[in-house]
């Protein structure tokens, strides 16, 4: 089965764009009957309420709906319901309770490891395997996360292609040429204006 990583970058940052609904339906579209996993960078949590399959998802960088102690006195996290029901306040220590993402003073990483541990597992699986490798809009506030990975899987996996669709950051390195392109676009219009790519 046709195996496809995807990363989501600042260009889908939901708050900023009012067509990103339009944009996860339009990948999920594309990603229809394929083994994939996406990583995003955005934390506005509406990928999660695409019909994309949260299982296949992993946020990194957190997630708006979920809440943390603002001290961090704890490494529990509520989900925004919970929240709104402590009259966000942490049980714990009476603290201010604040979104789960890597703006907290002390972000409580516990949230996404469980998810970040099934990506590992499927991306382990993907090894000299046919890959497709899809960096939307990704640019240089956390390249660790999905820029400089993706390039490192798509050059040691000799089945891989890599696209890389940015506005601004679409160049590829020397190293990558024979095996990716680069697209100057905006990435989420590309994705709604590309019904096929292999």
Known sequence: M??????????????????????YEALARL???KDYF??????????FESSLDEKRIVAPCGNDHWFQCEKACTADIWEESEAEEMDGVCPHCGAPLIPNTVRA????????LPQWNAYKQWLSGTLNRKL???????????????????????????KAKF???NKTFFQISEELKDKAEGIQADSVKFIVDSPRLW
């Open 2 to 23: 046709h195996k496809v990583l995807v990363g989501l970058g600042e260009e889908w940052d939901g708050d900023k764009r009012p067509d990103i609904q339009e944009g």
């Open 105 to 112: 003073g002390k972000y409580i990483e516990e949230g996404y």
């Open 132 to 158: 497709t490798v899809l960096e939307l809009g990704a640019g240089f506030e956390y390249p660790g996360i999905i820029r400089w990975p993706f390039e490192k899987t798509a050059y040691f996996n000799n």
């Open 163 to 165: 696209y890389r669709v």
């Open 38 to 47: 996406i990583v995003t960078l955005n934390t506005d949590g509406k990928i």
């Open 31 to 33: 990603l229809d009957g």
